[in-house]
Nanobody
Framework: QVPLVESGGGSAQVGGSLNISCAVG??????VAWYRQAPDKAREGVAF??????TYSDSVKDRFTISRDVPKNTYTLHMNKLKPEDTAMYYC???????????????????WGQGTQVTVSS
């Protein structure tokens, strides 16, 4: 299994933007997600890319977008209008996908990157 390597992140002001990327190696994955975990909080899935279908948690919807760079096979989380509550360690993960009733579904996000810190301050 090729390790996932995250990059980017860092610090930003409230209302600012940051991008974090995940290099997944040479294999195409039909299920890629970004999760985050703040201190003393449960891990939260914020963005999911199932083939070409994208979904977002309510907490980041309309502010974050996930994209894929095909030649580099990297997945980027574009974070805009950042809030202090976006401060967390962000992890990318890949899962297993399958077709069910004509819909591509993802499960078992079992391969994780090492994480990258995002800090938003006012």
């Amino acid at each position: 299994q090729v390790p996932l390597v995250e990059s980017g992140g860092g610090s930003a002001q409230v209302g600012g933007s940051l991008n974090i990327s995940c290099a997944v190696g040479p294999i195409y994955y039909g299920c890629v997600a970004w999760y985050r975990q703040a201190p003393d909080k449960a891990r939260e899935g914020v963005a999911f890319l199932a083939n070409n279908y994208k979904t977002y948690s309510d907490s980041v919807k309309d502010r974050f977008t996930i994209s894929r760079d095909v030649p580099k096979n990297t997945y980027t989380l574009h974070m805009n209008k950042l809030k202090p509550e976006d401060t967390a360690m962000y992890y990318c993960a890949v899962g297993s996908g399958f077709w069910s009733g004509g819909i591509w579904k993802c499960e078992d996000y079992s391969v994780w990157g090492q994480g990258t810190q995002v800090t938003v301050s006012s």
